[in-house]
């Protein structure tokens, strides 16, 4: 029988819905939280703070375009600097969200469908912080789209043998076919939300939205060849993307760079991350809208044990990288481990082992996984160990390569911390909407996982 | 289609189980221009209506194809044809260095015609259909399932086929005008 289609209570572990439940209730529950539950003071506190860090990072870069990149700490030896270390943590954020929509349909993993639709639009607007990094970077970004192939009166086109090149086609298809598959997810939703409000203006802009969706059989029959058909094809997707992002280091023959470890220790790494921004949502969302019905338990423990999973490849990556710092018998290699350990910046990576490998390791316990607060905290801990994980990697390789004579130090700026910092408030700001203005789990979905939904013979 | 002030009779149903047993019956009754309407896929339901394929893979194949020659040929034409640039003693035309762009342009192609492939093949977006003037309609992204039978079939007539939706159990038939 299709696993989909199963009773949601009984197959090990708690329930994916609480029982109870029919469709009037799912769909009347997740569509009030929009159309007719008045917005909270905690909204607006919320959201401000999330829209004054917005405007900062909006000051942050527009004295960048005025001064120019030397208000960052970036110089010569590390001329990447905070840019790429949160472009990087920011796109591997991003994953977690395909990964529950796309990879996690494909596997047949129903419980997928009450976290998968916020879990996209994570993605979304993780993808857009990112974006905005390797664009500010370039130094004169009025011309970032010289990246892009174009016909142009100079006669130059990009350099297709450069990972750099290879990224911009990864993370612009990324983004774009996670915008087409979380909207195209949401059509469903727009027609409930059309046909529930009472509001004429509502009912109109949910109504272009929604695209006049009637949920036709014939509709559905190809909409859910799409549905899966783009599961499909972002499931390789993903996995290209923070690949092509790791070719970016891997390809350059920098020492602590170069390796072939990289993609799958960066893709699992991404997924990592992604998961414990996912709980750091999931986890006062269905709180204060009062979600553990749909987001109960066994979605915080199945979450719980992908990070626990992707935390042992993260520090299997780590294993490697040492014991080939030591087994290459290239010097150079072992020096940027002894770097690591003891150098300037020793401090952050053994605040990134801790962080990564060791406090993650409280997962093991059942008690810890359900714990909502516990987890909070770990996926909290974690997200802090992935941001100095890309620290270490971008900076503490270049900033001591071959010759000690182009040694240096890297030390981020105001200008740094309050572009990072701005765009976590972008980020939570376009969340903050999202749960205002859309429905945040996929309603259609959710009916499908309920026993009336099955057609009995 | 010929114009009429009636676009079809419709039947509301309470569950997916009835709404599948009463499309089958439909169907095999004679009536083939019906359709079936309810608030998440159900399965079986467009096959009980003899919809057994459609055309989104095929469209998706032929996207995906499009993007991943295009991706190729053009950094092939770049690269080796219009501003060969020699980088490192690499060959103009190095292959292993395209396939990144090239598989994300297949996937891009793919991904986007297999949206509006399916969007298209859908009719949508179509803003008015006549099925919504039927107020009770409202319901059917809500918890209801109903049945259209449309009055350009050939076996429509609007008392015969009336019977016929009434012996199927409905909880409610109301004409839909067009």
Redesign the interface.
């Known amino acids: 029988m299709?696993e989909k289609?199963q009773p949601v209570t009984l197959d090990g572990g708690s329930p994916v819905i609480e029982p109870g439940h029919?469709?009037?209730t799912v769909?009347d529950k997740i569509s009030s939280i929009v159309l007719t539950r008045p917005t909270s003071n905690g909204w607006f506190l919320g959201f401000g703070i999330a829209f004054l860090l917005t405007m900062m990072m909006l000051f942050a870069i527009g004295y960048l375009f005025v001064r120019g990149t030397g208000i960052w700490g970036v110089n010569i030896p590390v001329g990447w600097g905070f840019a790429i270390v949160n472009f990087v943590w920011w796109i591997g954020i991003g994953h977690a969200g395909t990964l529950i929509s796309a990879i996690l349909l494909l596997l047949r993993q129903s419980w997928r469908n009450s976290i998968n639709r916020f879990a996209e639009a994570m993605t979304l607007f993780a993808v857009s912080a990112a974006g905005i990094f390797p664009l500010i970077h370039v130094g004169r970004p009025w011309l970032a789209y010289w990246l892009f192939?174009y016909p142009n009166s100079m006669?130059?086109?990009?350099?297709?043998?450069s990972?750099l090149?290879?990224d911009v086609?990864?993370v612009s298809?990324y983004a774009?076919?996670s915008l087409?598959?979380w909207?195209?997810g949401l059509v469903?939703d727009l027609?409930?939300l059309?046909?529930?409000s009472t509001n004429r203006a509502a009912q109109i802009i949910y109504?272009?939205l929604a695209?006049?969706?009637?949920?036709?059989?014939?509709?559905?029959?190809?909409?859910?060849?799409?549905y899966l058909?783009?599961a499909g094809?972002?499931t390789?997707?993903v996995l290209?993307v923070h690949t092509?992002v790791s070719?970016d280091f891997a390809v350059a023959i920098v020492p602590g760079w170069h390796t072939t470890i990289f993609p799958p220790y960066f893709v699992a790494g991404a997924i990592y991350s992604g998961f414990a921004m996912v709980l750091m949502l999931a986890i006062p969302i269905r709180k204060v809208y009062g979600l553990e019905d749909f987001i109960t338990e066994r979605h915080l423990q199945n979450s719980a044990k992908v990070m626990l999973a992707t935390g042992l490849i993260v520090a299997y990556g780590y294993a490697i990288e040492a014991f080939m710092g030591w087994y290459s018998g290239n010097r150079y290699d072992a020096f940027t481990l002894w770097n690591r350990l003891h150098g300037p910046y020793a401090i952050p990576y053994w605040a990134l082992l801790a962080c990564n490998i060791f406090v993650p390791q409280l997962l093991w316990m059942r008690k810890l996984r359900t714990s909502p607060a516990a987890l909070f905290f770990v996926s909290g801990v974690i997200l802090v160990g992935m941001w100095l994980e890309r620290f270490i990697i971008v900076v503490v390789s270049l900033q001591r390569d071959f010759l000690t004579s182009s040694w240096g130090m890297y030390y981020p700026t105001r200008w740094d911390w309050m572009t990072y910092i701005g765009t976590i408030g972008m980020f939570l700001a376009a969340m903050f909407l999202f749960v205002r203005i859309l429905p945040m789990i996929s309603i259609?979905?959710m009916?499908?996982l309920l026993p009336?939904?099955?057609?009995?013979e | 289609m010929k114009r009429t002030p009636i676009y079809g009779m419709m039947a509301e149903f309470d569950s997916a189980t009835h709404l599948v047993d009463a499309a089958h019956r439909t169907y095999e009754a004679g009536y083939l221009k019906i359709d079936a309407y309810s608030p998440f896929p159900v399965e079986g339901l467009a096959e009980a209506m003899g919809f057994h394929k459609n055309n989104v893979p095929l469209v998706v194949l032929i996207g995906g194809l499009i993007g991943g020659l295009s991706g190729y040929l053009m950094q092939y034409w770049i690269s080796a044809v219009s501003y060969p640039v020699n980088v490192g003693g690499k060959p103009y035309h190095s292959w292993p260095a395209f396939i990144v762009v090239t598989f994300e342009m297949t996937i891009l192609f793919a991904g986007i015609s297999c949206v509006f492939g399916m969007l298209a093949l859908n009719g949508l977006p179509m803003p008015y259909h006549p099925v919504f003037n039927v107020p009770r309609f409202a319901f059917a992204t809500k918890d209801r399932f109903f049945l259209i039978v449309f009055s350009s079939d050939p076996k429509y007539s609007p008392s015969e086929t009336r019977r016929f939706l009434e012996s199927l159990g409905p909880r409610s038939i109301s004409e839909v005008p067009s």
Not at chain 1, 452 to 456: L, R
């Open positions: 299709d289609r029919t469709f009037a769909t192939p006669g130059v086109w990009p350099q297709f043998r990972p090149v290879w086609f990864a298809t774009t076919i087409l598959f909207f195209i469903p027609a409930t059309r046909d529930r109504g272009m695209m006049g969706w009637r949920g036709s059989a014939r509709h559905w029959h190809r909409y859910e060849t799409a058909l783009l094809l972002a390789p997707l290209s092509v070719f259609f979905e009916r499908t009336e939904a099955e057609v009995k």
